[in-house]
């Protein structure tokens, strides 16, 4: 069954550093997502992209944080200067269209930043 | 505002004793949908089960059982017969007409031997 992959599993990095977190999507869906969970709270949306572009994202996608699809198969998420309250579990996701509601999650990549 | 809300921080059950975990959710939309996922110690989202607003059918699956009560705007989780292995953080969460999924704060369920 296809599903949603994100390297690595643990990122360790120091405050200031930029950091790219890689998702690669199920290959017939259109949208993405991003998702951030810091320890022991609740999972939170960051940002959707359709169409090569931004659908939506929430307050906490500010200006240190960017999305790509680069090469049509990866999803990234970069951060442009890690803070020490970036360490989370970042989850991808992905829809395969319009109608279907149901994202697939990938197992997540926890962010450490020290 | 669409928001979903799981009201039970953490539930503490011994083995065999059947819990009900609870999720209440606001949204606007006519059409919508509702999912809960466990989050075992290892991290990852498990998808248990999704509904859509047009289906108030309650579900079973095994010791799994969800009921659905748009009155009430509730999506009730319960697990019949716990066992340790139950014992993880489950999420209720729903997604609304753009698509976009909003989590509960969850609910930490141990289940003691």
């Known amino acids: 069954e296809p599903e949603v992959t994100q390297t690595p599993s643990h990122q360790v990095t120091q405050m200031g550093q930029e950091v790219i977190l890689r998702c690669v999507p199920i290959?017939?869906?259109?949208?993405f997502y991003w998702y951030r969970q810091i320890l022991g709270q609740k999972v939170e949306f960051l940002v959707s992209f359709y169409n090569n572009e931004i659908s939506e994202k929430s307050e906490i996608f500010d200006d240190q944080f960017s999305v790509e699809r680069p090469d049509g198969s990866n999803f990234t998420l970069k951060i442009r200067s890690t803070k020490l309250e970036d360490s989370a579990m970042y989850f991808c996701?992905?829809?395969?269209?319009?109608?279907?509601?149901?994202?697939?999650f990938g197992p997540g990549t926890r962010l450490t930043v020290t | 505002a669409q928001k979903v809300t799981q009201a039970q921080t953490e539930i503490s059950v011994v083995e065999k004793e059947d819990v009900t975990l609870d999720c209440v959710y606001e949204t606007r939309d006519t059409t919508y949908y509702l999912f809960w996922y466990k989050q075992p110690p290892s991290g990852e989202l498990v998808f248990l089960i999704r509904r859509n607003s047009f289906d108030e059918q309650n579900e079973i699956s095994g010791r799994y059982s969800w009921n659905f009560q748009k009155s009430t705007s509730s999506f009730n989780f319960t697990i019949t017969a716990s066992q340790v292995v139950d014992s993880a953080v489950y999420f209720c969460?729903?997604?609304?007409?753009?698509?976009?999924?909003?989590f509960g704060a969850g609910t930490r369920l141990t289940v003691k031997p």
């Open positions: 290959s017939n869906h259109l949208y």
């Open positions: 996701a992905s829809l395969r269209g319009p109608r279907d509601y149901e994202q697939y």
């Open positions: 969460a729903l997604v609304y007409n753009n698509n976009d999924m909003r």
